[in-house]
């Protein structure tokens, strides 16, 4: 028996993969390398492959085979709210695409449990700070859309086939579980403060007029390391629920402002983080933060780790640091 992780060379995948291995799990990965480290993986198999290439099916399919696949979680994407903004298409083809041909081989292959990253991107900009699973997903970018999409593909499979899905809707993740799974893309808030830094340039707040306590905008960030729990949380609730579908939000309950970010910031490194305020960035809520209720109370889960942790974690796994 064995769980299949796709795009389990990335970031928060390679967490996941190792939680697995840690309990004595068999894990095989599906990962394109388009982000993916080989070095993360420990000894997992690995199959290289785009998930939304028409390769894909043959190989998931012995792959499954092969492994005696009990189990999927599904992280192979694309991942960039701008990007899918300016190549929708793309976004589609890679997120869209790729969950059907996964979801395909899972029916062929007699895989009836998968654990799928989704997002907070699914809510858009709500009218509340705090979101529950039960209220409006009304992605407001191609990133989100696939990613609502994603879901409605997994709950239309539980009703044509029987597959059970947990889809986690991840919050801001950050931070690091080892010092060599850090996140090497400097795409969120924390990587691009720590490569300023690293550059001698000043941080970027987009906008200090937001209606928040301190005027910048609130997010909830949950660390890696809880995050990849959640995962294992949620496998093992798909082996003991019969529940077909369900959705969790995935953060800490906590919003944390982005000039307190950059307080944790100073605060753990010791440089003088002295922010250079701009004008609010296009599309970004002022505060969102997880109703982690159900999470809680349905699966166990609760993030252990708090901000400091976050940074700090990030702070030492970060590029040109090891
Ligand atoms: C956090 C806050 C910025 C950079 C995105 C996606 C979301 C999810 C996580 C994948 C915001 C502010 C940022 C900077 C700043 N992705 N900021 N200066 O936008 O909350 O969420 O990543 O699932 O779908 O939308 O994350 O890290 O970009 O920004 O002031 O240089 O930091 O405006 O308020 P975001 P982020």
Known sequence: MSVLVTGGAGYIGSHVVRLLQERGEQVVVVDDMSNGVADRIGGATVVEVDLASDAAPALLGSAIAAHDVSAVVHFAARKQVGESVAKPARYWHQNVGGTA?????????????????SSAATYGAP????????GPAEPINPYGQTKLVGEWMTRAAGRAWGLRAANLRYFNVAGAGWPDLGDTA???LI???????????APVVFGD?????DGSAVRDYVHVHD??????????HLEADERPFDVFNVGTGVGASVLQVL????????????PEVRGRRAGDPPQLVADVS?????????????????????????????
Do not use: C
Request: aromatic share 6%; no cysteine.
């Open 127 to 134: 009218a509340t700070a705090v979101v529950r699973e039960d």
């Open 186 to 188: 400097v795409m969120n």
């Open 191 to 201: 990587p691009i403060v720590f490569a300023a830094l690293a550059e001698g340039r």
């Open 101 to 117: 041909n996964l979801l395909q081989a899972m029916e062929d292959g007699g895989v009836g449990k998968l654990v799928f990253s």
């Open 294 to 322: 159900r999470i809680r109370d349905t699966l166990g889960w609760s993030a252990r780790r708090d901000l400091h942790d976050i940074v700090a974690s990030a702070w030492e796994a970060r590029p040109g640091a090891r």
């Open 263 to 274: 307080a944790e910031i100073r605060a753990v490194t010791g440089v003088d983080v002295e």
């Open 209 to 213: 007029d937001y209606d928040t306590p």
């Open 227 to 236: 995050l990849a729990a959640a995962h294992l949380a949620a496998l093992d």
